[in-house]
């Protein structure tokens, strides 16, 4: 996507960021755009930690056996559960890093 330069054509631009000039920079990274970003990603990752703390508390409810499915095994049941943890912790992982790079 080119950059819209504010400077006008022909001006020197020497020790100048590359972006600094940009609209499309200055609009993003300006100060409202920023908390608004920073507050999306804090609500995200406060309800995603809330989200898998209830998992946690219905552990034995939501993971538990099934007495509908005989033929579940507890290898089945665990690959669940773990991939139920690997993916809240990515989640969290990846919203701790959005919310602290803005």
Partial sequence: ???LQLAAPGASSAG?????GCIVAR???SFPVMLALKIFFGLALALTIIGGLIVLK?????FGRALDCRSETPGEISYN???VVAVWLIAIKLLLWMFFSF
């Fill in 81 to 83: 559960k773990v991939q």
């Fill in 1 to 3: 996507m080119p950059c």
């Fill in 16 to 20: 100048q960021h590359p972006r600094e």
């Fill in 27 to 29: 609009l993003i990274y």
């Fill in 58 to 62: 219905k552990w034995d409810q939501i």
